[in-house]
């Protein structure tokens, strides 16, 4: 039997001003591991070829592929490392330290793999930061505290804990909880398993993102509507009445975007310093399925799977 672990941990507070030049060095980071992950694996629907994992000390590419060497890069957030290791017994490592510019990661991580037999190449191109220099010119990013990493991680840690549990409530199909590094958000969707109707997006990103009925729903350490870290929802398409579905907890709302569509959203802080946060957290994902389920007509009922608690069973028509 399953027990749950996720409660009654001293969840830090994670407020964006206090790390931000480490929270975005830490994304560009992320971006050029992700990136390489794309470069080395068979590409698979909505972009799941891309994103990382949370991992036991960090997060993890999972297994990759270059000619015939079998890879895996770590990035170790006890030790402040990343690690490649190889299916043919290496390991290397390139440590995490102030300092330590956009440039210089993206040097000694390519340098590394191309040392090891993988001379893969990649965008350098940053995603999801306006202003940032392509990677391979990149002094301006070097900060890295361990400590604000350290609290980072343990949040992370903690939301792919409930993210995992609220999964498998769910019969249909559903993603791996996984980090997308363009937007820096751990993420999971679930499908009605109704394709929308053919319309093609102008960016191919968003375009294979969006050829199926989705809720989706996700944690960013700051932006989707909210000053600092904050839980998010959505539904693809968007249905009529949606906003006015309510919400759990009471701070939970819907905020407009700038495509003209809506998010649920409810911050790190109203969920970190309530009375139980694992409860917290899964009531507003619960209500914000429930939102996009009964105004988009899923075959809710259909689609719980044996684990779903009472609580949490279909009630709305």
């Given at each position: 039997?399953?027990v749950?672990?996720?409660?009654?941990?001293?969840?830090?507070?994670?407020?964006l001003?206090e790390?931000?030049?480490?929270k975005d060095t830490l994304?560009?980071?992320?971006q050029?591991?992700g990136?390489?992950?794309?470069?080395?694996?068979?590409?698979?629907n909505?972009?799941?070829?891309?994103p990382?994992y949370a991992a036991?000390?960090?997060?993890?590419?999972?297994r990759?592929?270059?000619?015939g060497?079998g890879f895996?890069i770590?990035?170790?957030?006890?030790?402040?490392?990343l690690?490649?290791?190889?299916?043919?017994g290496?390991t290397?490592?390139v440590a995490l330290?102030?300092?330590?510019?956009?440039?210089?990661?993206?040097?000694?991580v390519m340098?590394?793999l191309?040392?090891?037999?993988?001379?893969?190449e990649?965008s350098?191109?940053p995603?999801?930061?306006?202003?940032a220099p392509p990677h391979?010119?990149?002094?301006e990013?070097?900060?890295y505290d361990?400590?604000?990493v350290?609290?980072f991680?343990r949040v992370?840690a903690?939301?792919d804990g409930?993210f995992?549990?609220f999964?498998?409530?769910?019969?249909g199909?559903?993603?791996p909880?996984h980090l997308f590094?363009?937007d820096?958000?751990?993420?999971?969707t679930?499908y009605?398993?109704?394709?929308?109707p053919?319309?093609?997006?102008?960016d191919?990103l968003?375009?294979?993102?969006?050829?199926?009925?989705?809720?989706?729903?996700?944690f960013?350490?700051?932006?989707h509507?909210?000053?600092d870290?904050g839980?998010y929802?959505y539904?693809?398409p968007?249905p009529?009445?949606?906003?006015?579905?309510?919400?759990?907890?009471?701070?939970a709302r819907?905020i407009p975007t700038?495509?003209?569509t809506?998010?649920?959203?409810?911050?790190?802080e109203?969920?970190?310093?309530?009375?139980?946060?694992?409860?917290t957290?899964?009531a507003?994902?619960q209500s914000a399925?429930e939102a996009?389920?009964v105004?988009a007509g899923?075959?809710?009922a259909?689609?719980?799977?044996?684990y779903?608690?009472?609580e949490?069973r279909t009630s709305?028509e």
């Amino acid at each position: 039997m399953y027990v749950d672990q996720t409660r009654g941990r001293d969840l830090p507070a994670l407020p964006l001003a206090e790390w931000r030049p480490t929270k975005d060095t830490l994304h560009l980071y992320c971006q050029i591991v992700g990136k390489i992950r794309m470069a080395a694996t068979a590409p698979r629907n909505h972009w799941w070829n891309v994103p990382l994992y949370a991992a036991i000390r960090g997060l993890t590419t999972g297994r990759m592929r270059y000619g015939g060497l079998g890879f895996a890069i770590d990035m170790d957030f006890l030790d402040h490392r990343l690690v490649v290791r190889t299916d043919v017994g290496k390991t290397e490592s390139v440590a995490l330290r102030d300092g330590l510019s956009v440039q210089a990661f993206y040097d000694s991580v390519m340098g590394t793999l191309a040392g090891l037999g993988a001379r893969l190449e990649i965008s350098t191109e940053p995603v999801g930061l306006p202003g940032a220099p392509p990677h391979h010119e990149d002094t301006e990013h070097r900060s890295y505290d361990p400590a604000q990493v350290d609290r980072f991680w343990r949040v992370l840690a903690w939301v792919d804990g409930v993210f995992q549990e609220f999964s498998g409530w769910f019969s249909g199909k559903s993603s791996p909880v996984h980090l997308f590094w363009h937007d820096f958000d751990l993420a999971v969707t679930r499908y009605s398993g109704r394709r929308v109707p053919e319309r093609r997006e102008a960016d191919p990103l968003a375009h294979e993102s969006s050829t199926h009925e989705v809720i989706g729903f996700g944690f960013c350490p700051g932006g989707h509507g909210t000053p600092d870290a904050g839980f998010y929802s959505y539904t693809h398409p968007e249905p009529p009445d949606l906003t006015g579905q309510p919400l759990r907890p009471e701070q939970a709302r819907w905020i407009p975007t700038e495509a003209g569509t809506h998010l649920a959203v409810l911050g790190w802080e109203d969920v970190r310093t309530s009375a139980d946060p694992r409860r917290t957290l899964l009531a507003f994902l619960q209500s914000a399925y429930e939102a996009g389920g009964v105004t988009a007509g899923w075959e809710m009922a259909d689609l719980e799977s044996i684990y779903t608690p009472s609580e949490a069973r279909t009630s709305r028509e």
